[in-house]
């Protein structure tokens, strides 16, 4: 196995939770998820020729000066594949150790599998590190916070339905001290574009919506905006690999555009 030397910072949504893992509850965990993978799984793992032709496509490998560790194939080596030659039979350090690379090492963006001569799909393979994490609550902090957010309120910063409405109703105003005709309609069924932006616009930087606003005014787009839920684009419950309330999240989206009889949902970056 690899030697993983990291500087680890403390977080107490992976050093507090794995104190409450038993070895049973561990292996369990693990071969469940992994008896569900099917014939993916063994494809990828028995073809992988450890050529490292993706340590080059992964920012995490090049911002640590090429340390082989952060090699995609090193990162799944490092997790998964101890998982599936030990049959589940990990320690609680070794899955903090899965749940650091796994969600702090590695941000989905896929480029590795670019450069895979066998187009394997790292992602995947990380992914399910995550399911195991998530199911095991071994997650950071910050990212489990956030899903609760999503499970709770149906978006990611905890805001509420009055908050949401003011903000909007706020930069509105904004928007027409400069163009006097120009709007930001709430519920306006049948409209070309519903647009969504992420939870962070309203709760951080509500001026990104008056942006939003001038550029549709300008380009003269029939767009709306839902008052209700579902107006969230973000999903960190994605990320996090909860994907039970990933499915509630993004069934309210659609049913937002659905409800508004819209033709296209345009979201922000």
Request: net charge positive; glycine share 4%.
């Amino acid at each position: 196995m690899l030697k993983y030397e990291r500087k680890e910072i403390a977080d107490l949504g992976i050093d507090e939770s794995v104190k409450r893992l038993t070895p049973e509850k561990i292996t369990k965990t693990i071969n469940n998820v992994l008896k569900g993978t099917g014939a993916r799984l063994k494809a990828y793992l028995d073809t992988c020729i450890h050529c490292g032709l993706c340590a080059e496509a992964c920012h995490y490998y090049l911002s640590h000066g090429k340390n082989p560790t952060y090699s995609p194939v090193a990162k799944v080596k490092l997790t998964l594949w101890e998982m599936v030659k030990n049959k589940g039979n990990v320690s609680p350090d070794f899955i903090a150790q899965c749940s650091r690379i796994a969600y702090t090492e590695c941000n989905r963006c896929r480029r590795c599998s670019l450069y895979c001569p066998y187009g394997i799909d790292i992602w995947y393979l990380i992914a399910l590190v995550r399911r195991i994490c998530l199911l095991l609550k071994v997650v950071p902090q910050y990212e489990m916070d956030t899903n609760y957010s999503h499970a709770a309120t149906l978006n990611m910063m905890w805001l509420k339905q009055d908050d949401w409405i003011d903000t909007v109703q706020w930069q509105e105003e904004e928007v027409r001290m400069e163009y006097k005709t120009a709007r930001i309609p709430f519920d306006k069924e049948g409209a070309e574009v519903m647009y969504t932006p992420i939870a962070p616009e309203p709760k951080f930087k509500p001026q990104l919506l008056a942006a939003t606003a001038k550029i549709m005014h300008a380009a003269g787009v029939d767009w709306t905006m839902p008052s209700f839920d579902g107006w969230d684009n973000s999903d960190i419950s994605m990320h996090v690999a909860d994907f039970e309330t990933m499915s509630r999240v993004e069934r309210k989206h659609f049913e937002a555009a659905f409800k508004l009889k819209v033709k296209r949902i345009v979201m922000c970056e």
